[in-house]
């Protein structure tokens, strides 16, 4: 009887330290950031990123990778996909193209296919403050100047609650 009084304690004393993780809500982390530096030069269409984009990039990857993302999204421009490029390379994910005018279905396929997960967004200036909205958290800036490529965004979404949104940098600015 001793012997099954012991076991019973450490098999309730085992689920107790085992009951908070099993009961935490799981919260998906979006990070959002604009494509880097792009080449200016009047009349490209789809211009390429430069040696700053470049180097953004890299810090981009530097700061993300240890979060390990998993799905990455992309619009399908050079300079959004070069942005990405070297976190995709470390994280052997494969990005996913999505239409940043429809910010709402981008929120909800993340909700639906990656909760609780990271996932990272490269967009543009004038489509990542509609994301974080979507994703129904209140945007930490008004807007973003087109000289302006360092933010990093932070949006947690718990499984019930409001979801939050911070900002940070990241590369040189």
């Known amino acids: 009887m001793t012997r099954f009084l012991v ?3 450490l098999t309730v004393g085992a689920f107790l330290t085992v009951l908070p993780a099993l009961t935490k809500e799981p919260v998906t982390v979006v990070y959002i ?17 430069t040696s700053a984009g470049e180097a953004r ?8 990778q240890r979060r390990r993302p998993a799905a990455l999204f992309t619009t399908d421009t050079k ?8 976190l995709a390379q470390a994280t052997k994910l494969t990005p996913e193209v999505y239409d940043a005018r429809q910010p709402a279905a981008l929120a909800e396929r993340i909700r639906r296919e990656h909760a ?6 490269v967009g543009h200036s004038n489509t990542l403050l509609p994301l974080i909205e979507a994703l129904g958290a209140k945007s930490p800036i008004s807007e973003i100047k087109d000289s302006e490529y360092h933010y990093l965004f932070e949006v947690r979404i718990p499984a019930s609650g409001a979801a939050v949104a911070k900002v940070s940098s990241y590369g040189a600015h």
């Open 33 to 49: 950031v604009r494509h880097a530096e792009k080449d200016l030069t009047p009349g490209l269409a789809d211009p390429a990123l």
């Open 7 to 9: 076991l019973l304690c």
């Open 116 to 121: 609780g997960e990271p996932v990272v967004v």
């Open 57 to 64: 990039a890299l810090a981009l990857r530097k700061q993300l």
């Open 79 to 86: 300079r959004t996909r070069s942005t990405l490029a070297p």
